[in-house]
């Protein structure tokens, strides 16, 4: 099993709509969860982290985090082309140093 | 300087070649990272500093490759006789409290 496994996509939403991102980890004892947004051609840059279980929000985007069942999601609300990006779900594997282990990455679409 | 900033953006080397990748960090972030992106993936883990010591290496692929912080703070990526399956981008990243920060990358191709 993959350390931190998301689903390619891609996935397409129409403007306006709610697009759903989910992530899995297989670490039992993680502590820290992060959101990269990467644009083609671009690096990855942080849009969202997490470190409690709940929901976190920041104007159009929620993290929400269930350690129990091992799964990170992301939402956008009012999705814009703008957003039409790969969306890479970090987590930091607990093996004695800080690394973040990223997953595959979904490939989002958002439609005019 | 204000971000992460990473030279060459773009190599083009042959097989066998030695190549050296720099990465500057963002001021005063004492944790940098080298990640290895390939087309559809997500950055794969190589090595990460703590100060000027290699807290873990686990991500490297083979002792042909090779990182070094002598100062703690720039860091330089080696990868000796360079192979096809080394192209890749390259990602450098800074971090002070968790969050990482990236380069805009080096873009290494292996003819």
């Known amino acids: 099993q993959k350390e931190v496994e998301q689903n390619s996509g891609p996935l397409s939403v129409p403007e306006g709509a709610i697009a759903s991102l989910n992530c899995t980890y297989s670490d039992r004892g993680s502590q820290s969860f992060f959101w990269y947004r990467q644009y083609s051609g671009k690096s990855p840059e942080l849009i969202m982290f997490?470190?409690?279980?709940g929901d976190k929000e920041d104007g159009r985007f929620t993290a929400q985090l269930n350690k129990a069942s091992q799964y990170v999601s992301l939402l956008i609300r009012d999705s814009q082309p703008s957003d039409s990006a790969t969306y890479l779900c970090a987590v930091n594997i607990l093996s004695g140093s800080e690394k973040l282990v990223f997953g595959k990455g979904t490939k989002l679409t958002v439609n005019p | 300087g204000a971000g992460v900033s990473q030279t060459p953006s773009n190599k083009v080397t042959e097989k066998g070649k030695y190549v050296e990748l720099r990465c500057d960090p963002i001021?005063?972030?004492?944790?940098l990272y080298w990640y290895r992106q390939s087309l559809g993936q997500g950055p794969e883990f190589l090595i990460y500093f703590q100060g000027t010591g290699a807290a873990d290496d686990s991500g490297l692929p083979n002792d042909r490759f090779f990182a070094v912080r002598p100062e703690g703070s720039v860091s330089t990526l080696k990868i000796q006789r360079t192979e096809r399956g080394d192209s890749a981008v390259y990602l450098c990243?800074?971090?002070?409290?968790?969050?990482?920060?990236f380069g805009e990358g080096s873009r290494l191709t292996v003819l």
């Open positions: 997490i470190y409690s279980n």
């Open positions: 001021s005063g972030h004492t944790a």
């Open positions: 990243a800074s971090s002070k409290s968790g969050e990482l920060f």
